[in-house]
């Protein structure tokens, strides 16, 4: 039995762009009406990346856009808006992803800002 197809791999990541990565696993494999292990299997393959990984980088995206807004909310706002567990969490992952602290950002000098902020969709299916 066939349990998944292209379809339910792009219908995953749609799921995952407009939560903003703010989806459990189990949740995105019962809404694209496939098995966990084949979810992840599938979707690896085919965006190269695990879904669990795909979510953090939105959420990790969707916090860059608000550290950018012109009037920034505090790191607790941001932390919570993105899903992070609390502050510690969001500048742990922060720290993972960019190599420093939010404190220490500065969107004009940073390249990743200009990769995945102003060029909002980062990715097309």
Not at 2 to 8: A, I, L, P, V, W
Not at 18 to 29: E, F, H
Not at 40 to 62: D, I, M, N, Y
Request: hydrophobic share 35%.
């Amino acid at each position: 039995m066939r349990y998944h197809s292209g379809d339910q791999i792009r219908e995953a990541c749609r799921r995952l762009m407009i939560t903003n990565g703010q989806m459990t696993m189990t949740d995105l494999a019962y809404h694209t009406n496939m098995p966990l292990r084949t979810l992840e299997r599938q979707f690896t393959e085919r965006v190269g990346v695990s879904p669990k990984l795909f979510a953090r980088f939105k959420r990790f995206h969707q916090a860059l856009a608000l550290m950018n807004y012109p009037k920034p909310a505090t790191w607790t706002d941001i932390a919570l808006t993105c899903g992070y567990y609390d502050q510690a969490h969001f500048i742990k992952e922060f720290k993972t992803f960019s190599n420093q602290s939010p404190t220490t950002y500065c969107p004009s000098e940073f390249l990743l800002y200009n990769q995945m902020v102003l060029y909002r969709n980062f990715i097309s299916f």
